[in-house]
């Protein structure tokens, strides 16, 4: 949120490692305002999305190979580690051959920015080394985070090595009083505006962040539609909306208009006055000034909506 306000106000360079930031952030249409307002937007990317066609002033596209593809380097074949979320490291291996042999990794192309940068600066990293030895940036983690020990010997474990967990490895709690500390905090009471519904984005089964592999969702039992507004029946009946029925949706409580055409009424079994759409479609409905205090996140599960017919 603060990148975002900043690069609005003042531009600056943008240097996104994969992802696609603009349909990821909320408030689509300022997320598209600061990245035009830069004078320099460059993307490091396995494959295109939909960032790469709002950029600033100068646009730099750097193709980057895959964790699927074979790494290849001035010093031979390399792996790469991912950790899951169960906080098991295991290594990634690629096997696809390279589209192109002049297609380089993203710790390779990271290293030599930073190289390039460090001629201009000075500094004694070793970048070149590290952009072709992956081995030696782990063992640059082995020697700052705990857990880690022996990095490049247990990586090589088929099953990978799990990291410390404290309270489940020996019941042990790193606080005060050496025990478990539980606290509780009050719900901070959402009340929308008259005649208004609270919405909340939601994701399909079908889909990774913001990677939509069909427009399918089976748990929810929904089908071939991905711009649709899931509401109650109470409220279908209140409101007089039939099934199917096309709708607007709009943002309350902010100094624009934020609204959105041609989304589908679906009833489900949700609570009176709430609504819920898919993530990213309705993302441009979330106001950038809306955040949670503290982690400064979207309020991405609370907006406040008007729905007409």
Known sequence: MHTVERMRERGGIFLSLGGNFLSAMSDTERT????????????????????????????????????????????????????????????????????????????????????????????????LDLGSDFSLIREGIEATIPGFEAYNSRILRPSGFELPNPPRDSRTFRTSSGRAEFSAAEITSFIPDDGAYTMMTIRSHDQFNTTIYTDNDRYRGISGSRRIVLMSREDMHERGFRTGQMVSISTTGVDRRMESGEWSVVPYEIPKGCVATYFPESNHLIPIESYAEGSFTPTSKSVSVLING
């Open 32 to 127: 598209a305002e600061a990245l035009e307002s830069c004078s320099l937007t460059v993307q490091i990317s396995t494959k295109l999305n939909r960032s790469h066609l709002i950029t600033g002033e100068t646009a730099i596209i750097l193709p980057c190979l895959g964790r699927t593809d074979e790494q290849v380097t001035s010093c031979g074949s390399q792996i790469l580690t991912v950790e899951n979320s169960m906080g098991v490291v295991h290594m990634s291996e690629g096997s696809n051959k390279r589209p192109s042999m002049s297609m380089r990794s993203e710790p390779t192309i990271i290293a030599g920015i930073a190289h390039k940068r460090q001629d201009m600066t000075g500094g004694t990293i070793r970048w």
